[in-house]
């Protein structure tokens, strides 16, 4: 917990729930007739409205961004490296806005959520939701705080996939989009990853076929796998190797089934905590909306007709050792967005974490991204 709050910090922050009673059409057909968003603001919109930024979580991330709920947090949000009075995303200039996405298991309508219909949670009976949904219900969200335009749309991993999207789905309504560690779709690999955690979860004898909150259990041996494929594919070999390398937990073998090296208790610990925190079901969805997102699927494959009618800029940052969203899969997008002559940035970062790269301090990464940073609040404050 932190023994008083940091002067860069955003402070306590108090999440927000917003209920939007209008229908919502999914992609996959079927009709939300209400729904809710969990959301945190940090700083002040100015009169004009023009200095707002959203903020798209990846597949495990949420809501809090940044700041603290209570002083008795042990950690800040998950983004706090780079929201903040002075920071990258500097909320003494921006009015940042981050949700959960629907779908999602902390706080918003979700697999967890009762189901009118039946008064029973949703679990497996709610709908597959795609990134599309996501980005329709975020551009609902800005109506709702009466922004017409986003100054920014930011997002890593699977939050820049949203942020692409935005940029073809809206493209007025937003003046840059900055994507980082993403990619303009998963490749197979990625696809057969998150199957594998999938089929982890499903074939747990608790799943119940998603319906575990009915019977009072949980598929928690699943999901810790699920996670623990996935922690290994977000770090990369050197960054297991300089954390763990072959170290022995205990200092010799033990010539059985259980732990030996530190690497394997790392991953177990891992697994634990997000099991205690994340529903199996969205967990599900997560990972499908990962696997649908292929903007350039409507245009016969080709990526630069698909970003055509874009308006922002854009600023696309990768990290040399993320082998999940190697930099070869954003310099796809940067080659699309030349080709459409588009105004594109572009940062390859030398870092050796792996994809887990766009949440950590890293001066090179860090600087640039306040730089651009503060070229949109030239612009927009």
């Known amino acids: 917990m932190p023994e008083s709050i ?33 959301v945190e603001t940090y700083g002040t919109l100015n009169t004009k409205k023009t200095n707002a930024v959203l903020i798209c979580h990846a597949l495990s991330g949420h809501h809090h961004a940044a700041g603290y709920h209570s002083m008795s947090d042990r950690k800040p949000g998950w983004w706090d490296n780079y929201i903040g009075p002075g920071k990258p995303i500097d909320t003494n200039e ?19 959520t009762i189901n009118p219909e039946t008064g029973k949670p949703f679990g497996p009976d709610f709908p597959v939701v795609t990134v599309t949904d996501w980005v329709n219900t975020q551009a ?40 980082i560690a993403s990619a303009p779709k998963l490749s197979a690999q990625n696809i057969a990853f998150n199957e594998v955690a999938r089929q982890a979860i499903m074939k747990d004898e608790d799943f119940h076929g998603g319906r575990y909150l009915e019977n009072s259990t949980y598929p928690k041996s699943g999901l810790m796998l699920a996670r623990m494929v996935g922690h290994i594919t977000y770090l990369s070999d050197a960054a297991m190797r300089s ?11 033990n010539f059985n089934y259980d732990v030996d090296f530190q690497v394997e208790s790392y991953l177990r610990y891992q697994g634990e905590v997000f099991s205690e925190g994340f529903d199996a079901n969205s967990y599900l969805l997560m990972t499908k909306a990962l696997d649908y997102f292929d903007p350039a699927a409507e245009f016969n494959g080709d990526l ?29 997008i940067v080659d699309a967005l030349l080709n459409a002559k588009k105004e594109v940035s572009y940062l390859e970062v030398d870092a050796p974490e792996g994809h887990d790269a766009f949440l950590l301090p890293i001066n090179r990464y860090k600087q640039a991204f306040h730089a651009y940073m503060n070229r949109i609040i030239r612009e927009v404050a």
């Open 304 to 332: 630069t007709a698909a970003l055509a009618d874009t308006q922002c800029k854009f600023l696309l940052i990768s990290f040399t050792t993320d082998w999940r969203f190697s930099p070869e899969r954003s310099k796809e």
């Open 140 to 179: 609902m969200l800005a109506d709702y705080f009466a922004i017409k335009q986003w100054a920014a749309v930011i997002g890593g991993s699977l939050g820049g996939m949203q942020a692409l999207q935005w940029s073809m789905a809206y493209p007025e309504r937003l003046r840059y989009a900055l994507i």
């Open 6 to 38: 940091p002067a860069d910090s955003v402070g306590l922050v108090t999440p927000e729930t917003i209920t939007f009673d209008k229908p919502l059409t999914l992609v996959c057909g079927r009709v939300l007739h209400g729904y809710q968003l969990k």
């Open 243 to 253: 954390k763990f390398g072959r170290d022995l937990r205990s200092g010799h073998l």
């Open 94 to 112: 921006l009015f940042v806005v981050s949700l959960n996405n629907i779908g999602g298991c902390h706080g918003s309508t979700g697999p967890t």
